[in-house]
């Protein structure tokens, strides 16, 4: 903005501006009747949330790279994934036949897959393990890659939503097979 309009605009600028949007378009983005395929991503990494570490559960739809389910949790634990899920189920119409989630190798997926057969919802977990997606499952289903490194400190609610919309499309075209970081 500098070089061609002459007005200089700082980061914070554009963080609020981020912000401003996010919070806008969360709803719509949230609640738009979207056609989905019967794959689903996801995986759980941590952030800090004003000063406090939280782990970030993150679902989408492998095929059609569309954004379902994004809960913040103080715990890394089989509710926690029951209720990432659950946020992915609610937005379908009906249950597919051959409904799979392909996650990391944390247990606690396998123990929301029960929960969800108890209740008479079935579906298929694919586990992949490791970051160097070597074993047999990972080479059909890469999903794992190294994300450590780029978590942000988050000071509010807002900036997650922001870093969220932003990371996603950079992973998006980095990662194009499922588009997890």
Not at 14 to 31: G, M
Not at 49 to 63: I, M
Not at 68 to 92: E, F, G, Q, W
Request: glycine share 4%; net charge negative.
């Amino acid at each position: 903005m500098q070089d061609i309009h002459g007005v200089a605009i700082s980061h914070q600028t554009i963080l609020n501006y981020e912000n401003s949007v996010a919070l806008l378009l969360k709803s719509y983005v949230d609640h738009y009747p979207y056609e989905l395929s019967d794959q689903f991503s996801g995986d759980e990494t941590y952030i800090k949330v004003n000063g406090k570490w939280h782990y970030l559960f993150f679902f989408f739809d492998a095929v059609k790279k569309i954004i379902l389910s994004y809960p913040v949790s103080p715990n890394r634990d089989t509710a926690s994934a029951i209720r990432a899920i659950d946020k992915v189920l609610v937005k379908m119409k009906e249950i597919p036949e051959n409904l799979t989630f392909v996650v990391d190798g944390n247990p606690i997926y396998l123990l929301a897959q029960h929960f969800f057969a108890q209740h008479g919802i079935r579906f298929d977990v694919k586990q992949v393990i490791g970051l160097t997606n070597e074993d047999p499952v990972s080479a059909e289903y890469i999903s794992e890659t190294n994300h450590r490194e780029t978590e942000p400190n988050f000071q509010g609610q807002l900036s997650l939503y922001a870093w969220l919309w932003i990371r996603t499309r950079i992973c998006f075209l980095c990662h194009p097979v499922c588009g997890l970081f």
